[in-house]
Each structure stands twice: as C-alpha cells, then as structure tokens.
C-alpha cells in the first residue's frame, strides 16, 4: 500500500493539527480553507504525494500540518510531507442570497466537482447521514441555475453532480423533470446523478428500471452513482431502512442494467466502511465488481447512531483487499477521478 494512502487512512482516523504559523499561510489564502459542511465534506483539503483528502482537524493528533521555510508540510512522526490546501471558491463564503435562499443549498465545490442539489433534506432517514437535519424540498430550476452559472464562473471545474437526498414516491416525476432540463441544457458539460434505484413512478417496480436509465442515457446524463451503502441485510435494515426495502435484490438489478446501458466505468456504487464488518463489506465489493461496478469505499464519518470511531487499520486492510477483488473482475475501485477521491479509501 503506498505511504500516501496509509497516511490518508491515519488522517481520517485522527485529523490533523493545524500549527499556528500553518494557519497564519492558509488564513492569507482563503478565510473558508476549513469547511464545516455536510459531514463527508467537512474539514481541511490537502493535496500531497499523489493524494487528494479532506480531513477533520483536531489540535490532538499527531500529525502535524506545519509551516517550513514559507510552505506548508504535513509531519507525521519524522516524515516531512509537503503539501497544499486547496480552498473552496468564494461563492462558498455563503453570503450570496437567491430566491431567499444562501447560494451553497442550491450547489457546492469539491475539488473538481460542484454538486447541485435539487432537493434540500431527504425523505429517507440514513442513521450515518445528517440530510434529515433539513427541511425536504425542492429547490427551483431558476434558482439553481443562477448557482450554477456563479458556481461555474469561480471554479474550474470537471464534473457535475447532481446529487439530491431522495425524492418522495410522489415527487419522482418532477425530479425526473429537473434531471431531464440540466442534461439537455447543459449537454456540453459532465453531468452525473447520485441517485437510489427506480423507475418513472416507483423506487421497488424494477420492470420500469431499463426504461428509465434508457431515458436518462438519452438525455444526455454520462454516469451514475448508485450507493448501495452496506452489503449485510440486517445492518442496512438498521442504519437504511428505506434503502433496505428497496432491497440488494433491486439493487443490483439495476446496476446491472446501468453498466449495461451507460458502459463500463461509468457506473459506481459507494459502501461505508466502519459500520458492517469488513468481511460484509469485502462480500459487497465482490458483488459491485462482478456486475462491472466501480466499488467506491467511504470510511464512516461518525455521526449519530453510526458513531463508531474510524480506524486506519481498517481503512487501509479494506483497500488493500478491495483491490485484490477488483483486479480479479478487471474494475477498478472508484471514483476514477483523483481530486474527487477527497473523502473515499
Ligand atoms: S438517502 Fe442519501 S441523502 Fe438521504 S438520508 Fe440516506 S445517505 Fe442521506
């Protein structure tokens, strides 16, 4: 396993301590360089060796964020590591109003990303996810596409996500909409859905899931992010009880067809680590794999019932096997983006 990955699996167990002359370097740089937002993409984002992470700071941990000669270095133990931070675009100041509403509820920049949220909460009730902590609703097309235009206009960016807390039953018609409007208007740009498995008019009818990934293909969407979240039943009935009466059955089904109608590679499917035991979790990546998946493994940001502390042992043992199974199925572990593996193993 290479030194950048197992320093990313310590810093996502115990964060990083920002010395004050590395804070007088960043606090010039930007005054957002630590980011308190939802909970996978709160923190610091340094850029080092080869690797991307957004990690906690903690004044406790060992490793060091420190400042040499004008620079920034991480230290860990004698390791000098240099680095950089890169701090979001200006728009995430969050001061700009639209519609009533602060700009970042319409959309966000992560490294090369910015993800537009067409939906505020969620109607599922995940224990490892703060979404339930807004209000559900819906967000205008005119209002996201203001954001979008200033999102766009201060980041150069490379992929768009559409990435929404899931819709009620009743309201997939008028998500199915706004998908339908950003990928035909946008078609010069990347555009990916993270979304839960359904049809037209219903998340479990999977007779209805080729049509539907058909249409989405044909407006324009270029992948998909489909998150299957935990592979053992019993621990998804528990932390997703929605996504568990979807079912792994319907799941896969339409994974499956994903890969099938989008290609290779342009389907993934996030698990978390830290919540099932491993060998769930290693079970779940052989299933993502076979079925031509990029597995995507998400280390548990602790939060609510799912408040188990994280550990690098376990980061780095899941990655090293993950990758032993994909190898065997010719996949790779996703996302195939660097900058966008901030907040993945
Ligand atoms: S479906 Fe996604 S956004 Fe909604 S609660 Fe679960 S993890 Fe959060």
Redesign the pocket.
């Known amino acids: 396993m290479n030194k950048g990955f197992i320093l990313k699996a310590k810093m996502f167990e115990s964060g990083i301590k920002v010395t004050k002359d590395a804070k007088k370097i960043l606090d010039k740089q930007s005054d957002i360089w630590l980011m308190d937002d939802y909970i996978t993409c709160s923190g610091i984002t340094l850029v080092y060796l080869d690797e991307y992470a957004t990690v906690g700071v903690n004044e406790q941990s060992d490793i060091e964020l420190i400042e040499v000669g004008g620079e920034l270095f991480i230290k860990e133990e004698d390791n000098l590591i240099k680095a950089r931070v890169i701090t979001p675009p200006d728009y995430m100041r969050d001061e700009i109003m639209i519609e009533g509403k602060s700009i970042c509820v319409y959309c966000n920049t992560y490294t090369d990303r910015l993800r537009l949220q067409l939906i505020s909460g969620?109607?599922?009730?995940?224990k490892?996810?703060n979404?339930?902590e807004f209000k559900y609703e819906f967000n205008s097309i005119s209002g996201l596409e203001q954001a979008l235009h200033i999102g766009l206009s201060q980041s150069k960016v490379r992929h768009i996500l559409i990435s929404s807390?899931?819709a009620r039953v009743e309201d997939l018609p008028k998500i199915t909409e706004m998908y339908d409007y950003f990928a035909k208007k946008y078609s010069d740009l990347d555009l990916d859905i993270m979304m839960?498995p359904r049809g037209f008019i219903s998340y479990t009818d999977s007779t209805d899931y080729e049509a539907y990934l058909q249409h989405l293909k044909s407006v324009g969407i270029s992948g998909l992010s489909i998150?299957m979240?935990l592979n053992n039943e019993d621990y998804l009935k528990r932390f997703?009880p929605?996504?568990a009466i979807i079912g792994q059955e319907n799941y896969l089904k339409f994974l499956s067809l994903a890969v099938k109608i989008f290609g290779k590679n342009k389907v993934r499917s996030l698990l978390i680590v830290g919540i099932e035991p491993l060998e769930e979790t290693l079970k779940g990546v052989e299933k993502l794999a076979k079925i031509g998946v990029n597995p995507v493994l998400s280390p548990l940001f602790p939060y609510g019932e799912a408040n188990f502390p994280p550990k690098a042992d376990l980061f780095i043992k899941a990655r090293e096997e993950s990758e032993k199974i994909c190898e065997r199925y010719n996949i790779e572990l996703g996302p195939l983006c660097k900058p966008c593996a901030h907040n993945t193993l």
Not at 122 to 126: A, E, G, H, I
């Open positions: 969620c109607m599922n009730k995940c490892f996810c979404a339930k807390g899931s839960t998150n979240e997703c929605e996504k």
